[in-house]
């Protein structure tokens, strides 16, 4: 039987044998590396699909063997039998995702796991991890053991890859769309009536309009912002980096995520107009109510594909590799789309879902990140260290 | 350590045993990251850890950093001993109370503290609105940073002080009074001098929480690049972008000013301490 547990906060160590030693406490017997810390949960698949969170215990530091304390047994936890249980009954994955798709991945998890075991499968266990996408792919590659990791551009991806060799090199093409399941779009959120008239990228320089956007260093969503203004700037025969640079001279607040620009724009009703991903914009106007706000779609935008991928490297066991290839390819099925769309991100596949979750997207041009040269070429040159953002600020 | 110490019997012994213990925590607690971080730094080298430093933007943040931190310790040292002052010398109705609030910026995590500040300072909130009409905005400038530290910063001072003034033998201002001298005069010859070390150890400690805060900050900061953007920040920008000698580069400025700063405290506190003969 495999056991999740995790370990001071995102870190997960796998165990192999869970064994009660009666009065001596439990042992779990561990694999490879192991990550030390706090134990706080152990997480397990019920008959009924859902799960079970409980075991808050200090595990002791260890190399191979980790012990549980006896405060396991206090917390009445008991496992049948005292022998070891063979790894057959289910297996887990662990999604490290960034900060929009909680919602999203919530509902996935549990559409997948009625179809996974409708085939005739075990229950997977499906641990979540949201955060920053660059700080996501930072805990990855400082040991984070992601199964799969679904991230808001393909350039945090390539920097696992290039930095872990978990992935191998060629992982956009694994899958179709690039791998990106689902799109999405960069559009404006403006205030009731749109009192200050924004209709496109050049009303975001005029002078006194105030543009909330997160910080490109610290967030992918804001990463995509910036490169549609300068597609926009580039289109319209302007000189995109001053049109960019006006740009974020308007910006008041720069958070370190999207959610938090999300807040800010909301909720401390700081700022003019939102640059926002089309899903949380969507779903700023369903929490928020409608009445509050108002999407207005700019003349072109950039069409952001949140890559999914398998890490290979952290994978143990065939089953485990087996359930999270299906894991991810099932994400392009025509439930999980219909689920997709109806969570406000484009997929590609209409054809389950509701009329008005398909009708919602307004018809917009779209540039790609191919159309910059890839994120390979983009990263370092325009948000690099000394890059185009960073000259924004150096005058 | 003497050695006369080890030899001299005691009624609880163990010097080599709680010693070890000691240099053990310390070691793999304190000085082993501080070591890691200042031999990532000599790896680097000095020029090019210079260079690294060396630009507008990071000058901003350190300035920004440090400059907040000793104007909100300032503000924590004249407020911290008016506070511990009423505490200890005056008794009245919900003393208790307010003694025990003093704490909760210690206890509360600086992230609920940060967005429950911006909450209230925002140009919609309930501060913020009232300010509004002077023109004056708290949230997302300077001024919100200032208010961020001066809440983590209070009871540094305030839990220093406060033994202190109940130490305090009011004996002494009233033979002061009663050879003449006025108020200000005893506040300034009797009493400041005895407080001031206890205040001093209080601002260097409120002043080094402050220079590192990020949570409580992260919030309330426009985070604008040369404005409002504190050198914590700039740390996990740097992080980021997987740059990790330049992002130690920024931690090793820190801890040198650091360094520097609670050095001149200290000297300023033995030379206090001198002068009133305590040492």
Redesign the interface.
Known sequence: MYRSIRISGPRLAKSIFFRSLGERGNKIDAGHTRPWGHLITVAWPNADGSYHHALRTVLSAGHLHARLLAATGALGLTFAGTVPVAAQEGVEILNVSYDPTREFYREYNELFNAWWTAQGNAPVTIQQSHGGAGAQARAVIDGLEATVVTLALSADIDQIAERTGRIPADWQSRLPQNSAPYTSTIVFLVRQGNPRGIEDWDDLVAEGVQVITPNPKTSGGARWNFLAAWAYAERSGLDPAGFVGAMYRNVPVLDTGARGSTTTFTQRGIGDVLLAWENEAFLALAELGEDAFDIVVPSVSILAEPPVTLVDGNITSDAQRTAAEAYLQHLYSPEAQALALSHYYRAWDTSLAAPDDVARFPDLELVTIADFGGWAVVQPEYFGEGGIFDQIYEE | MRVGILRSPSPLPGFGLSFGIMTAILSIVVLLPIGALLGRGLMIGPADLWDMLN???IWSALTLSFSAALIASLFNLVFGLMLAWVLVRYRFWGRRFIDAAVDLPFALPTAVAGIAL??LY????VFGQALAPFGLQV??TEVGIWVALVFIGLPFVVRTVQPVIEELERDLEEVSATLGARRAYTLRRVILPTLTPALLTGFALALARSVGEYGSV??IA?????IT?IAP?LI????????YD?AAAIGIAMLVISFAMLLVINAIQTWSRRRIGLA
């Open positions: 630009s507008r933007r911006t909450a925002a140009p919609n909130g949230a997302y992260i919030f426009g985070n604008i690049p040369n953007e920040l996990v920008i740097r992080l980021e972008e997987y740059n330049a």
